[in-house]
């Protein structure tokens, strides 16, 4: 090129010295050479045919492959994992391509979109970041009782089929929104406040969800609905007291129904058991009479028929039964002077077996010597006495 022209900065021919190199004339090199790879013609500075580049051909051949190299590599492009491409030709949906490297022809003929099918969106309804910044035109909804609530909730979704997604709906979040809130106030619409505000919270929740899903699918928005969280349930503010002190009552209704619950359960079961204990014991009572009764029938019928054969032993085994049960609650002994009058009797023991029958046996078990002292040999005048006045009081 020009630029390195070895003519410069020597003398010519003509013994001048040869100053900066002459721009235009550069110019005109520049614009033969150019021609001349194009095929054009030219003339050169004296009308000539203009100097060519000893293989001009060659290197526009490098430049021209070296940008179609350049063109076919912008092409190529890489999908995340959770992630698909979708391609594009002239505009027009191609396919969708999965995570890894991939190509594509490149702009202007191909383009591309990569969707994240993973990512977890969010859109609020009711509120926009904060619960505190209410949107009321979103969050006041009408019960099947004509009561007003306030109700803020959000809906977390994915994407299902990124083509669907990119180009059936314009503006999918703003689709979704609008769905989830129409989907809510149709649920809430059916149902009565305390049932939206207290116990139904969970149901109206998912009954939401499955709505919202419908309709999605049916505009084919390629969407799905991962979780449909309420927020915050609770009546304008602007009754918000009035209904505070409703509340209140039937708390209180509900906490004087509980005690009142808890006297009878406590109550009740207490008066149950007496009354079966006096039952039971009436039942155990006449049981014990009518088997007494009928002992004693029984009783008096062996006593008939052994009376009928032995009248005398038998009346006398009568009274001997009664004396004994006559005297047995008595704390007197009765010796009879007929016997030795020095006899030695513990009396102390005989009123425990007399007041207790079942000590009579264990005393009956005790040797000789515990029961009563021995005798001493008596003495043989005593002895004879006592025989003379045996025969003194026999007839």
């Known amino acids: 090129m020009a630029w390195n022209d070895p003519q410069w900065g020597n003398k010519g021919s003509g013994g001048k010295n040869s100053g900066p190199p002459d721009l235009d004339e550069m110019w005109r090199r520049i614009n033969a050479r150019l021609n001349g790879m194009f095929g054009g013609k030219g003339g050169g500075p004296e009308g000539g045919s203009p100097d060519v580049m000893p293989g001009g051909g060659n290197l526009a051949g490098l430049l021209a492959g070296l940008v179609v190299l350049v063109w076919l590599a912008s092409g190529f492009y890489i999908v995340d994992q959770g992630q698909r491409g979708v391609e594009l030709r002239f505009g027009k949906y191609v396919e969708t391509t999965q995570p890894g490297p991939n190509w594509h022809i490149p702009w202007p003929i191909e383009s591309r979109e990569v969707v994240n099918i993973d990512q977890v969106r969010t859109v609020e309804i009711g509120y926009r970041t904060n619960v505190k910044n209410e949107m009321l035109r979103e969050s006041l909804m009408l019960t099947d009782d004509e009561n007003i609530v306030d109700l803020q909730f959000a809906v977390q979704y994915i994407i299902k089929d990124p083509k669907d997604f990119l180009f059936v709906d314009r503006a999918p979040e703003e689709a979704v929104r609008q769905v989830a809130e129409s ?20 149901d109206i929740a998912a009954r939401a969800k499955a709505l919202t899903q419908q309709i999605l699918d049916r505009y084919k928005t390629g969407i799905t609905i991962s979780q449909l969280t309420l927020q915050n349930i609770q009546p304008p503010e602007q009754v918000q007291a009035a209904f505070d002190d409703a509340v209140k009552a039937g708390q209180d209704r509900e906490r004087l129904k509980n005690e009142a619950e808890a006297y009878a359960n406590n109550v009740v079961p207490r008066a149950r058991g007496f009354a079966s204990r006096l039952k039971e014991e009436a039942q155990g009572y006449q049981q014990s009479v009518i088997a007494n009764a009928e002992g004693e029938a029984n009783r008096f019928s062996m006593i008939v028929t052994q009376y009928a054969k032995a009248p005398q032993v038998t009346r006398e085994r009568i009274y001997l039964d009664t004396m004994q049960a006559v005297m047995n609650n008595t704390t007197k002994i009765i010796v009879d002077q007929k016997g030795n009058s020095l006899l030695y009797l513990p009396l102390d023991k005989l009123q425990q077996i007399v ?9 009956s078990q005790l040797p000789v010597s515990e029961s009563a002292p021995a005798a001493t040999p008596a003495d043989p005048r005593s002895r004879d006495a006592f025989r003379s006045r045996d025969r003194e009081d026999r007839p």
């Open 183 to 202: 989907a809510m106030r149709e649920i809430v619409g059916r149902n009565k406040m305390d049932f939206v505000l207290y116990e139904g919270r969970a």
């Open 355 to 363: 007041s207790q029958p079942a000590a009579a046996d264990a005393l």
